[in-house]
């Protein structure tokens, strides 16, 4: 089954690979959430009633060295456990809240943009990172398949 570490691998790996120019100013966690049908993935600074307590358990150290010292959670619906939703559904999912990470939405970067989705602002930023084609064979697959993974 596709745990939290799963999750967090993409993460690094988008980070590493499309996103390597952002800088990772605070702590920044990811998990599966909810079985939500409508909304695939999120970002929010976390507060005290964000239940992430055995997600940041072993990362003490990590959120220690950080100069800014809140945590910024990303969160995916948790169908996306189902070995049937493919990996490129996953990473699209978390590359767009990556883009609002780097706009400064949800996170401690200087805020770029009024509104997250203001405008074409995602698809641009996603276009810049070599990531537009992924997200449109997500968009894609997720009209042709998602009702019936959900339903
Ligand atoms: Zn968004």
Redesign the pocket.
């Known amino acids: 089954m596709r745990d939290n570490k799963y999750l967090e691998n993409i993460l690094w790996d988008l980070w590493d690979n499309n996103f390597c120019d952002v800088p990772r100013k605070n702590l920044v966690v990811i998990k599966f959430g909810k079985f939500s049908k409508r909304q695939l993935g999120s970002i929010k600074l976390a507060n005290g009633r964000t239940k992430i307590k055995s997600l940041i358990r072993k990362k003490e150290d990590e959120l220690n060295v950080q100069d800014d010292k809140s945590i910024t959670v990303v969160t995916v619906t948790r169908f996306f456990q189902k070995d049937v939703v493919p990996e490129f559904v996953i990473r699209a999912t978390i590359a ?2 990556l883009c ?1 990470y780097t706009h400064g939405f949800q996170s401690p970067l200087e805020k770029k943009f009024d509104k ?2 203001q405008g074409n602002i ?1 698809n641009k930023e996603l276009a810049k990172r070599g990531l537009l084609e992924e997200e449109k064979k997500a968009d894609k697959w997720l009209k042709e398949n998602w009702l019936k993974i959900v339903y």
Do not use: M, Q
């Open positions: 767009h809240e609002h997250p989705h995602i």
